[in-house]
């Protein structure tokens, strides 16, 4: 009995970590407005679509004043790992990546370059955003609204604010605030 639960059990961790794995790229940052809270983001791609090795790998490029960069995006096992000083530094440059108008993301397949989408990429410092949504919360608490209205404008003006994020991210912050 004991040996089906846990094999049942494990069975649904499976399900769960195989769902948190993007297949599409594009549809998970979108083609406008995507910002990471905090300095870095670690997206899990699907190993089958996305094989990640030093043949296979996302580069990020994009132009700022007169550099033209392609950053090659760093990875462990199947999971790219975006962080902004290392977007920021480019042959010993500092290029203010919120001053990028768009960066074009590209899958590096062997000898090919395969095209996924463009976005304007964005960092908001996690302090900043609590501090915004503390006033948010307060705001709709001293309006007498629920938890759940709170949580819900609190999305409203990230999207307004900033585009596209981390889901996971942005509910964990917003439930530390909504309370």
Request: proline residues 1%.
């Amino acid at each position: 009995m004991i040996k089906k639960i846990f094999t049942i059990l494990f069975f649904f961790v499976y399900l769960y970590c195989q769902a948190q794995e993007i297949d599409n790229l594009k549809d998970y940052l979108g083609n406008d407005r995507f910002t990471i809270i905090g300095n870095e983001l670690s997206i899990k791609v699907n190993a089958q679509k996305y094989p990640l090795n030093n043949a296979q790998y996302f580069i990020f490029a994009y132009d700022y004043k007169t550099i033209s960069a392609a950053k090659k995006v760093g990875f462990e096992a199947h999971t790219i790992r975006i962080k902004k000083r290392e977007l920021e530094a480019y042959k010993g440059q500092h290029i203010p990546i919120d001053s990028v108008d768009y960066i074009k993301i590209y899958y590096q397949n062997g000898h090919k370059a395969e095209y996924q989408t463009r976005i304007k990429l964005n960092f908001v410092e996690k302090e900043k955003l609590s501090d915004d949504f503390a006033l948010i919360n307060l705001i709709y608490t001293n309006n007498n609204e629920s938890k759940e209205e709170k949580a819900k404008a609190m999305r409203e003006y990230f999207a307004d604010m900033y585009g596209r994020t981390e889901r996971d991210a942005l509910d964990s912050l917003i439930k530390t605030i909504v309370q």
